[in-house]
């Protein structure tokens, strides 16, 4: 464990589910159009079990994430432990095919 508690809980969160997907909302109610961008794109690749953590529920979880990965927008996946990146990466690896084979080589279970 780190000296800090926000990380610890990422790392808790990243460890402990397949799939995370730190955003602005929830996957029901996605408060951004990036977020609900990597949210439809789970649901096309069949991904309906996955951990939702909103970012602006807590502050220090927003910043800690951002901290956490090095990387300063929001959202971020994470599949089996691995940061995937934004929706800017996650809308490219979807459209190239990549981010299908990420899951299925990394066992992650999709419709």
Same mark, same amino acid.
């Given at each position: 464990?780190?000296?800090?508690? +926000? &990380? ?5 969160? +990243? ?18 159009? &990036? ?25 220090? +979880? ?5 901290? &956490? ?13 691995? &940061?995937?990146?934004?929706?800017? +990466? ?22």
């Amino acid at each position: 464990m780190t000296e800090n508690p +926000i &990380f610890d809980q990422i790392q808790k969160d +990243i460890s402990g589910n397949d799939v995370v997907l730190y955003l602005k909302g929830t996957k029901q109610v996605p408060q951004c159009g &990036f977020s609900a961008t990597v949210v439809q794109v789970l649901e096309r690749l069949g991904v309906a079990e996955y951990k939702d953590v909103n970012v602006l529920a807590d502050q220090q +979880i927003r910043e800690g994430i951002k901290a &956490f990965s090095d990387w300063p927008t929001i959202p971020q996946l994470y599949v089996k432990g691995e &940061f995937i990146g934004g929706c800017d +990466i996650v809308r490219e690896m979807y459209q190239s095919g990549e981010l299908a084979q990420l899951l299925k080589d990394k066992g992650v279970k999709a419709a």
